[in-house]
């Protein structure tokens, strides 16, 4: 419950008078506790100086207790209102709403007038920052389920770089990559898998399909998993048969870039400079038009979270930070070329999560 | 857009300024276009008298234009404001925004205050019952797309069931049935596939995992497929190498019920009528207390949707309605059954689309 107490802390400090919580991935952070109640209301009530509530559909209450949640909890059924149930939490504590933390980016209007319907009073403040703030920083804990998720993405790598044959599509090879995964206890992809080969690995917008293996092709992977509800997420991209110099002079610009991005990581440097770090490689090599994304992304509980890793952000990096490096070159009609790793900044420097090979292996 | 024009005389006829549709299922529905933009805004702007607008990433709009949209698209960087779009978009048309329809259980808090922000005399209007009601009925077009997704749901058990062996896990199986369905080119299922056996058959909270099958099992596959924004949903249940008497008790009263329920199926019946006709025929039998859930959903670009079938819908089956027929029994330690299909209304009576047989199968 270390995480809660950081929660209350800062309502104490910042004279807030509840915190209501109710994304699912926010009460997994904080509790421990994991469901996907679709429309049915799940939430978590912090207060300042009064006990923690945990409000839930009857049917949870187990898991709930299973999960390590001591604190009081408030089980109803589908004919009844956990609107009320979130009002005798308040009332039964003698607590005066006058604040109340929300997730504005996870909340809808709907529970925000169910809200303001219970409370006319209180004023709602967006505690979103504040919750991705703590979770930028991974636990040990956290680490260790991360590298377990890094370790089967590569597995999922290495499925799919066997199976490249001439004239087997990409949705096949999509297909054994997700069906070797699953095999393994994977639950869900952390995204939709992409195999993408030839020119369609310099699309953007492309979506695996019937295109099969040709000569010559890049064939891009880019797929994770969620393991324990953290995600991974790696691009590696090979070769068919050959390649012409341009596609080897690509490859060796993306695999340098990351490189250089990758050295550059260790706490205390400012986020953007791994970014342009990557983009003065591949700008000083003729491809800075063809490099038309951000170079990462924060990791943990979701694919995409804190920090940003783009041209602007003057952010420091910090020890636990995990995030991806991930620099591209995509040239229309030849094809792409990424190389994405998982990394986790150290005492000291960094470490990658991820450890698929990088070398430009030429499938034969 | 014949939708669309609905969505615009009911502006007119409730004397609403504007509608701010920002759903990606929404969108899709009323302009064809879909796009999951995760945190980016895709927005359509619905006057009663002036043109309809759309708002989305720059990347997006030739995908807008492919989609069929003919109406004004402004696109925006990562650079712009796209609430400064809205802005200029209503400023354009001379609208006097007193009341805006919003789609209450789909747009964040975050959203409504940058709505607010923009235009601070604005009155929300939730206009989500209309919406649901509008995707109620489905189109000649909309039952193409299902009956396919139903298919391939059919597809998906027969590889299943063909599949069952003795020690072979849960997860064998998942893996295989979606290995079969991807190369079919399904990129994603509508929900995650269950596959349950023996006693796990009747854990409302199962997970596939590694139990392997057993002699005397029932096995519960659980599934559908998203196609081209569709989905569909069957459940299926047989047994493995023998039955008990008690099993083929608990089949047969599962398997009558839900063809009394399917059997009432047509234009004008109240809709609680189903729940009720096998709930009766279920608990005549001594089950009453193992059939927890309501008798089915509706189904469409959403697994879940209008109308509820429950017990107390006392709304009418209309020709076009689209929903699961799905009574179970579930008996702890003994098993459960269930048997899904999905169902539209014709004009005299009802059709299946998932048709996957139903005769209790022993597969040896």
Redesign the interface.
């Known amino acids: 419950m270390e995480r809660i107490k950081r929660v209350i802390e800062w309502l104490k400090d910042n004279d807030h008078s509840m915190a209501f919580i109710q994304d699912k991935t926010s009460i997994f952070y904080l509790t421990g506790f994991y469901c996907d109640p679709?429309?049915r209301l799940v939430s978590l009530l912090l207060f300042p100086e009064a006990e923690p509530c945990l409000i839930c559909p009857n049917?949870e209450t187990s898991?709930v207790k299973e999960a390590g949640w001591t604190g009081e909890i408030l089980g109803y059924s589908d004919i009844e209102d956990p609107w009320l149930l979130v009002r005798q939490a308040v009332e039964k504590r003698n607590a005066v709403l006058t604040s109340c933390i929300?997730e504005?980016?996870?909340?809808?209007?709907?529970r925000?007038?169910a809200l303001q319907d219970a409370f006319p009073a209180i004023k709602?403040i967006?505690g979103?920052p504040f919750l991705m703030e703590l979770r930028k920083q991974k636990s040990a804990k956290e680490l260790t389920t991360l590298k377990e998720a890094a370790a089967l993405a590569d597995y999922g790598v290495e499925v799919g770089v066997q199976a490249i044959q001439e004239g087997r599509s990409e949705?096949?090879i999509?297909?054994?990559i997700?069906?070797?995964l699953?095999?393994k206890?994977v639950?869900?992809m952390s995204f939709?898998t992409l195999v993408l080969s030839g020119d369609q690995s310099a699309n953007?917008?492309g979506?695996?399909?019937?295109r099969t293996i040709k000569k010559g092709d890049f064939v891009l992977f880019d797929l994770g998993v969620v393991l324990d509800g953290y995600c991974s997420d790696i691009t590696r991209t090979v070769a068919f048969h050959h390649v012409t110099d341009q596609q080897q002079d690509i490859y060796e610009t993306v695999r340098k870039a990351q490189q250089a991005a990758l050295d550059a990581c260790r706490p205390g440097v400012e986020i953007r400079t791994l970014d342009q770090i990557a983009r003065t490689i591949i700008t000083e090599a003729g491809y800075g038009d063809y490099f038309p994304h951000r170079i990462g992304h924060g990791l943990g509980m979701e694919v995409?979270e804190l920090p940003s890793l783009n041209e602007t952000n003057t952010d420091r990096l910090q020890k636990g930070m995990v995030f991806t490096i991930e620099p591209g070159i995509y040239l229309p009609s030849i094809g792409g070329v990424r190389i994405e790793d998982d990394v986790v900044i150290t005492e000291d420097g960094y470490q990658t999560l991820t450890n698929y090979p990088k070398n430009l292996q030429i499938i034969t």
């Open positions: 679709h429309e049917m898991l929300v504005a980016p996870r909340l809808t209007y709907a925000v007038q709602l967006d979103e949705i096949e999509l297909a054994l997700e069906y070797e699953k095999r206890g639950r869900d939709g953007p917008h979506n695996p399909g019937q995409h």
